[in-house]
């Protein structure tokens, strides 16, 4: 069954520091990727997602996620974090597989907490 | 995005008691999720709704129950809740077919069983 794993459970930074969360997937197909963000009080957003094409994407606030196949990862980052972006972070994979059931699989969350 | 509600948004309820927690979608999606989410820790998905009249249980063993009568609408039931039921519960829809598919959520129901 695929996984997802993001490394950190807790990020404490400051304002204008950049921003990096890790995600890998264990699954070895083809997949699509995505991130959602839960702001304190609020529903998952989706952030951005990948699908094909450029592995570098873009998605809303700044925010922008590399997919890098070879490694089985698509680490999420931001130049400069604002402290509207503490939130809780959540990397998730659907893979291209009956047998993988074509479910949306989620990690277990970074808690982001942006010091003013 | 897709507009999906949830309602209650909070609820605190006694032992043994039925509970029905609302979702809604207003875009025609098919496929409908319900996932449970404890402080702290990933989504587990529980039920999932490709259409009407079609139900299907996730991934994590749940003791609710769901229906989908209309497209718009997948209620889940707890026909006797319990303090191990305690915990947030997120209602998703979907647009796209295959790979394509982008889930949208909810607000969630915040469920405290005493």
């Given at each position: 069954a695929q996984s997802v794993s993001q490394h950190n459970h807790h990020v404490i930074l400051s304002e204008a520091a950049s921003l990096e969360l890790g995600c890998n997937y264990s699954y070895g197909g083809t997949v699509n990727l995505f991130w959602y963000v839960q702001y304190p009080g609020q529903h998952l957003q989706l952030l951005l997602k990948y699908?094909?094409?450029?592995?570098?994407v873009k998605g809303i606030k700044g925010f922008e996620a590399e997919f890098i196949k070879s490694k089985f990862s698509f680490n999420l980052r931001k130049p400069s974090v604002q402290w509207s972006d503490t939130a809780e972070y959540f990397c998730a994979v659907n893979a291209r597989s009956k047998a993988a059931g074509n479910k949306l699989t989620f990690g277990g969350g970074t808690r982001v907490l942006v010091k003013p | 995005e897709a507009d999906i509600y949830q309602t209650p948004r909070y609820l605190v309820i006694g032992t043994g008691k039925k509970i029905t927690l609302e979702c809604s979608q207003t875009?025609?999606?098919d496929k409908m999720y319900w996932y449970q989410q404890d402080p702290g820790m990933e989504l587990h998905l529980i039920h999932y709704s490709y259409g009407v009249n079609s139900t299907e249980k996730g991934d994590l063993s749940s003791e609710s129950t769901v229906s989908r009568i209309r497209t718009e609408h997948f209620p889940l039931t707890l026909e006797s809740a319990r303090p191990s039921h305690t915990s947030q519960y997120l209602c998703a829809s979907s647009v796209g077919l295959g790979l394509a598919e982008t889930q949208y959520f909810g607000p969630g129901t915040r469920l405290l069983v005493l």
């Open positions: 699908f094909s094409g450029d592995p570098l | 875009m025609g999606h």
